[in-house]
Each structure stands twice: as structure tokens, then as C-alpha cells.
């Protein structure tokens, strides 16, 4: 499977969803940057590879010799990206989905939606433009009416309330740690109890102890997290995952 996350618009959680929900579940895919700053997430994967976003050809000669692809297009590359993909005839072929991350906010939903406008204006179908609702406090409905009632006036795009991330400060402290979420899993189940017995031991406010403190918070929200992403994953793609293999 073959997936774009990109939007128009930055601080979404492009990259986090990309390395968090992504890749672990799309047979450990291949990640392709597409950005000139912000490459954290290459920590987070195995196979990756950075590109500008001007350099179109070598991104779409990526997703045609790779099965499982996950190309994540940073905010600052998107112009030169969609101006690549508007350059091939049907430059967007070998793409199974595209992934469109929005977060609570008008100026974020409103981009989230011209975002998709524009891929259904290339041609795109409709079945291929998915948002997924990131950070999320309480409910979808409540807190993203904008890109609901836009998906209904407009039917070019998915917009599946299930598809849904919620607000979590594990995913800084995994960035932090520069650990995956499925090791944060491994780590909770085998080292938890030796960490607590650790954390006791060190000085409180030292450098150990707030490393300590982080690897805590990410042990005990690892594996709850981890189950959440796997039921949007699979609210996002569902059925359409194994169609595409």
C-alpha cells in the first residue's frame, strides 16, 4: 500500500501519524520525507529516506518500485509537491491513498479541506482522500463541524469521525526518547517494574530523573495507545487495505 499524508497547512501531526500509525502497521513500509527541516521521525522508523519537494520525479519513481510507502510531505515542500504532481499526466497513479491530517481550529480544517479540494480537482477519486481527526479531546462532531459539514457539501473527500486520533503527550516523549511506540509496548510489558524501582533511586529533578519520568509516561500509556491507532488505522482503510494488495 501506497500512502500520502500532506496538507497544505503545518503543525497538524503529519509526521507523528506517518511514523505512529503508519508505518508499523503497513509492513514496517519505507518513509520518504519530503522536507527540508523537521526530520524527527527518522528516528522513529528503520527505512527512510529524505527528498525535497522539488524533486518530484525521484518521489514518484519511490512510489512506483515500492509495495509499502509512506511519503510524508512537510508543510514548507507542499507547494513544490502538489506542483510535481499536477506536472505528470494523472501524476497521482500510483498512489492508493492520500492522508489528510487536520487538527481542532478553523484555519486548520479550512486548509485540511482546500487540501482536498485540490487532489479532487486534479482528478483524484473521491474514495482515495481521507482526513484523518487528529488530537482530539472529546468528540469529532464537536470539534470538527467545519470539515464534516464541508465533506457533505462538497462529497469529494472521506471524512469518517472513526478515522480519529486522540491528544496525547506520549508522542513527544516517544520523539524525546527517539523510541518507536511498538517498543514503548515491548518496554512497558518487560521493564516497567525495574523502571519504578530506578526512578526511586535518583535524584529527584536530576537529568535522570525527568528521563526517567518521561520513559514512565510513555510505559504507561504505550499499550492503550497502541490499540487506539489500530482501530483507526483500521476505520481509515478497513477493507480498502486489502483490496490495494
Known amino acids: 500500500m501506497k500512502i500520502i499524508v500532506a496538507g497544505i497547512g503545518g503543525n497538524v501531526g503529519k509526521s507523528t501519524l506517518a511514523a505512529h500509525l503508519l508505518v508499523p502497521r503497513m509492513n514496517n513500509a519505507k518513509l520518504l520525507i519530503v522536507e527540508s527541516i523537521n526530520q524527527d521521525t527518522k528516528d522513529l522508523v528503520d527505512d527512510f529516506e529524505t527528498v525535497r519537494g522539488e524533486k518530484f520525479r525521484q518521489i514518484y519513481l519511490e512510489l512506483v518500485v515500492n509495495d509499502d510507502l509512506v511519503v510524508d510531505v512537510g508543510a514548507s515542500n507542499a507547494e513544490d509537491f502538489f506542483a510535481g504532481l499536477t506536472s505528470l499526466n494523472q501524476g497521482y497513479d500510483e498512489v492508493d491513498f492520500f492522508l489528510i491530517p487536520t487538527v481542532p481550529g478553523s484555519k486548520e480544517q479550512d486548509e485540511s479541506i482546500l487540501t482536498a479540494r485540490m487532489l479532487a480537482a486534479m482528478g483524484v477519486d473521491k474514495s482515495k482522500i481521507q482526513i484523518v481527526f487528529n488530537r482530539v479531546r472529546r468528540s469529532v462532531e464537536e470539534e470538527f463541524p467545519v470539515v464534516l459539514n464541508a465533506a457533505k457539501e462538497f462529497d469529494c473527500f472521506i ?82 487495505e486489502n483490496a490495494v494488495k
Open 159 to 240: 471524512a469518517n469521525p472513526d478515522c480519529m486520533v486522540f491528544e496525547n503527550d506520549i508522542y513527544a516523549d516517544l520523539a524525546g526518547l527517539k523510541m518507536p511506540l511498538n517498543e514503548a509496548c515491548v518496554f512497558a510489558e518487560n521493564s516497567l517494574h525495574k523502571l519504578k524501582t530506578d526512578l526511586r533511586k535518583v535524584a529527584k529533578f536530576s537529568e535522570q530523573y525527568f528521563r526517567y519520568a518521561r520513559l514512565l509516561n510513555v510505559a504507561k500509556k504505550a499499550v492503550n495507545t497502541s490499540g487506539q491507532l489500530d482501530d483507526a488505522f483500521s476505520a481509515l482503510f478497513g477493507e480498502a
